[in-house]
């Protein structure tokens, strides 16, 4: 069954970190381009972060130097280190195929806050 489970959000101070965490489907995971998406409400979801299965990332402008997407071929998880965090960094995060697949996890909220 093809599946993406998202977990680690929560609350971070301005300036802080959070690392986020997808645990896929095997088979997915071992052919495909793995992204970090998030979505504001009332906005498009948007890819943050894409990793290649050799280990080449790209970031979105906005995050770029801030997060680091990292993926661990041994346990199909890809990650998501985040800092220097911003309040426009609250959304809610989802990981996802490169070129999404139509399903979606419940995703992970990330909430940036003094």
């Known amino acids: 069954q093809v599946q993406f489970v998202e977990s680690g959000g929560g609350l971070a101070q301005p300036g802080g970190s959070l690392r986020l965490s997808c645990a896929a489907s095997?088979?997915?995971?071992?052919?495909?381009?793995m992204g970090w998406y998030r979505q504001a409400p009332g906005k498009q979801r948007e890819l943050v972060a894409s990793?290649?299965?050799?280990?080449?990332?790209n970031y979105a402008d906005s995050v770029k130097g801030r997060f680091t997407i990292s993926r661990d071929g041994a346990k199909n998880t890809v990650d998501l280190q985040m800092n220097s965090l911003k309040s426009e960094d609250t959304v809610v995060y989802y990981c996802?195929?490169?070129?999404?697949?139509?399903?979606w996890g419940q995703g992970t909220q990330v909430t940036v806050s003094s």
């Open positions: 996802n195929t490169y070129v999404p697949l139509n399903i």
């Open positions: 095997r088979i997915i995971f071992s052919f495909s381009s």
């Open positions: 990793i290649r299965s050799g280990g080449s990332a």
